[in-house]
């Protein structure tokens, strides 16, 4: 950056960083709740429900820790070292339940289960009622899985064939590569892939609170409603945040780890099964996707089908509308936002901008439950502050102008789902020499003209890329939303999550199908990155699309 | 004309540039030289304004861009720039790339403009095609046309042939070369192969550790080097010991030598004698004798490592018609033309 406007550049700088703030002031707030002395009702909770609430989400983490793994970790080695009937379809097709969020995989297997339910009259078994922990983690693992199953199938591909040739020379049987070799090298995947499904699994709201099973994230907010207590809930919500630090901290050394591991030498040949080994196999691996998604899919389907002319009702029509716009301003916000601050940090990377961009991607660890508490006391201080100071003015107050409007669930979203920008047009500018810079500067444009004419057109993928994802993920989002969201105002997961609450499952079953369909163009685009990158067009436009998807495995849902 | 003044650069309190000073008339090609981390690509984006001098000043053609409180945006200085790495624009074609510094001009003459660089650089009806259409030496012609469209002033390039094969780089260089001096275009090289800064300029520059240590012309470069880093490292010769034996004398295993000294050396002062492959000569009534330890084929002519009977190993450079084997002895003479000599360095 050019001394002459350095004045300019610093002041440009800390306008970043305070936006930056600005934007973490939830998180800032929730974790800062705990300088204002522990909550008058923190010893009662102690002593009361917060061992259960403890109890329950370390079960339910070790649960779906343990069921994503074999299921990840299995089908990962068995797509990247077997070849059997199906695999290029299954190679894709095991990501698919990615696409259903927990909460309406749980109503619909509830559904599916129930006495008068289609499984049930189908088949003359007792069927076990999943309301319950272990239920719980049967339906995260079911569409979870798929993260440790990305992560770890990556590592797999990627290893080398020389690590299992050697172990071959020093007589080691396949089980015996897969523990001694295989699975070692590939741990620092599996561990990042792990990372992001406990803190899926912890930031949870939808499933445990429709399946009643009391967690961290549910006691927030039974302590803030019902309770009343907004202080004890936010400090609740500061212990789950330090849950998801460390959980991103283990996230992010793995992934430096990973890096390392990378091999150079090309990848081992796969296998090929027999005929009947290999159906058995497919066949196995086949069931995550249908009890993940296929089956769900099929109810949901089955329930809204009767129901189609509630498509053109006016209340789906608000409610579309609703989740459209949410979704629509968020996912141009949170773009805009992320272009900013990674473009200036590409322009000047000096501390405060660093800084800025690294505050922006700290989001998807925050649970939208811990995120509702932070922007509720943000926004309700900020319409204080506001009302306070027109009515000292003389002037009329406009009310509850933030908290109390879209506004609100905008915000929450654009802060929780801001990584998402940050880390796809990051990896998008780095894959552009820094050299493309220079030649148009030297060429006469200045920033501005830099960004329109170089820079955007460069980015165009990974621009679509993250809107799109941003997109989708602020669909589905339930807490915030079930929060934030103005009075006699829906969206539809929460007009879903209320119908199944209520037991209308089958009424719930629209809204939802529309949520799980949107869900599935995200997972279309992971499936591209599976492919081997090299062929095709080439140029940074292709190169910042892989790395895009590269990165957005880590993207919050 | 391109002048710097007193240039120096640290980053982080780390110098990185240290009172460089260097003048390049118009038309003239300049080369920067020396090893990595010399500071040699810093003094190119300083120059370019893509850095900022922590002292002194930088001027073309009389106007101060850089220092003296005056800052010129990299965007205004009019100083064209080719990359290591070629940084063609991916999105856009052949034309578009060229055309991208013209955009305040009117279409028309843009147009012409870029038909005439496509001409200049032998890559006619092109303009259509994508950078990663073109081979490596296509791609870099096009970086030079897209940095020289706008009429710069002076035109930097930083490394700009390493990317390509040996064989193309001499050709591309010397088309360059051929470019640059039709159009009269004052430039400024960056690179870490002598032969091409001896085969590009007209003026070459030898960096060390932020240092310019010498700004001369190739020949004098060679063959009076200023400075020992300079000696050593241009033109594989070696620095043989010796000692002052009187005035404009050098004692040496070679014998005694007559030739210009430094100043404030006296007899018995140690010193280094600069000896390069050209200046030994195998004849067989030469007056020393030597033993060939090694020869290298490099086609017209043979590398010779030759050892001296008190161990000192020296390069010698033959017509390879003269086939000496390996192990066996040889005399030689010197043929210098003239003496250069350091105090000898402790280090």
Redesign the interface.
């Known amino acids: 950056m050019p001394p002459g406007s350095s004045r300019r550049a610093r002041a440009r700088s800390w306008l970043l960083l305070s936006l930056a703030l600005a934007l973490a002031a939830p998180v800032l707030v929730v974790a800062g709740s705990w300088l204002a002395g522990a909550s008058p009702n923190w010893a009662h909770l102690r002593a009361t429900v917060l061992p259960d609430y403890a109890r329950l989400s370390l079960l339910l983490a070790a649960g779906t820790g343990l069921g994503t793994l074999v299921i990840g970790v299995g089908a990962a080695w068995a797509v990247a070292r077997l070849r059997f009937p199906g695999h290029g379809v299954l190679e894709w097709a095991l990501l698919l339940p990615l696409a259903c969020p927990a909460y309406l995989i749980a109503y619909t297997w509830t559904g599916l289960l129930a006495s008068e339910g289609a499984l049930q009259r189908a088949l003359s078994l007792p069927l076990p009622d999943i309301r319950g922990p272990t239920g719980a983690v049967a339906m995260f693992t079911l569409v979870l899985y798929p993260y440790v199953y990305l992560m770890a199938r990556a590592a797999f591909v990627g290893q080398a064939a020389l690590a299992q040739e050697v172990a071959r020379t020093l007589g080691a049987g396949p089980c015996r590569r897969f523990f001694r070799v295989a699975l070692p090298l590939a741990r620092p995947a599996i561990v990042a892939g792990l990372a992001l499904v406990l803190m899926e699994t912890l930031a949870d709201y939808g499933t445990v609170a429709y399946f009643g099973v009391p967690t961290l994230s549910t006691g927030i907010y039974r302590t803030w409603f019902g309770l009343g207590d907004r202080l004890a809930a936010a400090q609740l919500a500061g212990v789950l945040l330090l849950a998801m630090v460390a959980l991103l901290w283990v996230e992010r050394r793995a992934r430096q780890q990973r890096r390392i591991a990378g091999a150079e030498s090309p990848p081992a040949p796969p296998r090929v099964l027999s005929r009947g080994r290999g159906l058995l196999l497919a066949t196995l691996l086949w069931l995550p996707v249908v009890f993940g998604f296929l089956l769900p899919v099929i109810q949901l389907a089955a329930w809204s089908l009767p129901r189609w002319r509630g498509l053109l009702a006016p209340e789906f029509l608000r409610l579309l509308g609703t989740s459209l716009l949410i979704a629509a301003c968020t996912a141009a916000a949170a773009t805009a936002l992320g272009l900013l601050l990674v473009w200036a940090r590409r322009l000047h990377a000096d501390r405060p901008r660093r800084l800025a961009a690294r505050l922006a991607g700290f989001g998807y660890a925050v649970p939208g439950t811990v995120l509702a508490v932070g922007v509720v006391i943000v926004l309700a201080g900020l319409d204080r502050g506001l009302n306070g100071a027109l009515a000292a003015v003389g002037l009329p107050r406009p009310g509850l102008l933030f908290s109390g409007t879209l506004f609100a669930v905008i915000f929450a979203c654009t802060v929780r789902f801001l990584t998402i920008p940050v880390q796809g047009l990051d990896a998008g500018l780095q894959a552009l020499s820094p050299n493309l810079d220079s030649a148009a500067r030297s060429l006469g444009r200045r920033p501005p003209g830099l960004l329109r004419h170089v820079h955007l057109p460069l980015l165009r993928v990974p621009l679509a890329t993250s809107a799109l994802l941003v997109f989708v993920d602020t669909l589905k989002e339930l807490p915030a939303a079930l929060v934030l969201r103005p009075f006699n105002t829906n969206t539809l997961a929460v007009r879903a999550f209320e119908l199944a609450s209520d037991e209308r499952l089958a009424d719930a079953a629209l809204p939802a199908l529309a949520i799980l369909l949107a869900g599935v163009a995200p997972v279309l685009l992971l499936t591209r990155s599976m492919r081997p990158a090299g062929h095709g067009a080439p140029g940074g436009a292709r190169l910042s699309m892989e790395s895009h998807a590269e990165e957005s495995h880590a993207d919050p849902r | 004309m391109l002048t710097l003044d007193d240039l120096s650069l640290s980053f982080h309190h780390q110098p990185v540039l240290e009172a460089v000073s260097l003048t390049l008339e118009e038309g003239h090609i300049g080369c920067l030289i020396g090893p990595s981390g010399c500071g040699k690509t810093s003094l190119l ?1 300083l120059i ?3 850095l ?1 001098p922590s002292r002194g000043r930088v001027a073309l053609h009389g106007d101060t861009v850089a220092g003296d409180g005056h ?11 080719v ?3 070629i ?1 063609l ?3 856009l074609d052949v034309a578009a790339n060229i055309a ?2 013209l ?2 001009w009117p279409a028309a003459q843009r147009q012409r403009r870029v038909r005439e660089l496509l001409a200049l650089v032998g890559l006619p009806g092109l303009g259509r095609r ?3 259409q073109l081979s490596g030496g296509q791609q870099q012609r096009i970086a030079l046309a ?2 020289l ?2 009429r ?1 002033r002076l035109l930097l390039l930083d490394e700009p042939f390493s990317a390509l094969d040996a064989e193309l780089r001499e050709q591309i260089s010397r088309d360059v070369r051929h470019i640059l001096r039709r159009e009269g275009i004052t430039a400024l090289f960056v690179t870490h192969d002598q032969n091409e800064a001896f085969a590009l300029a007209d003026l070459v520059g030898v960096m060390h550790d932020g240092h310019l240590l010498q700004w001369d012309t190739p020949y004098r470069v060679y063959h009076r080097p200023e400075h020992r880093f300079v000696a050593d490292f241009i033109g594989g010769g070696v620095l043989i010991p010796g000692r002052v034996s009187g005035p404009r004398r050098v004692e040496t295993a070679l014998g005694d030598l007559g030739g210009e000294l430094p100043d404030g050396t006296s007899p018995g002062d140690a010193v280094e004698v600069l000896l390069r492959p050209d200046d030994l000569v195998i004849d067989d009534a030469g007056p020393r004798r030597a033993r060939v330890v090694e020869r290298v084929f490099r086609g017209a002519r043979m590398l010779y490592t030759l050892e001296l009977d008190n161990g000192q190993r020296l390069p010698c450079l033959a017509p390879s018609h003269h086939a000496h084997e390996e192990g066996t002895g040889v005399t030689v003479r010197l043929d210098l033309e003239h003496l250069v000599v350091f105090t000898a360095d402790r280090g």
């Open positions: 984006r370019a304004g893509f900022s800052w010129v945006a990299p965007e205004a200085r009019r100083v064209g720039m990359f290591q790495d940084a624009f991916p999105h991208f510094g955009h305040q994508y950078p990663h897209r940095a469209a706008p710069p």
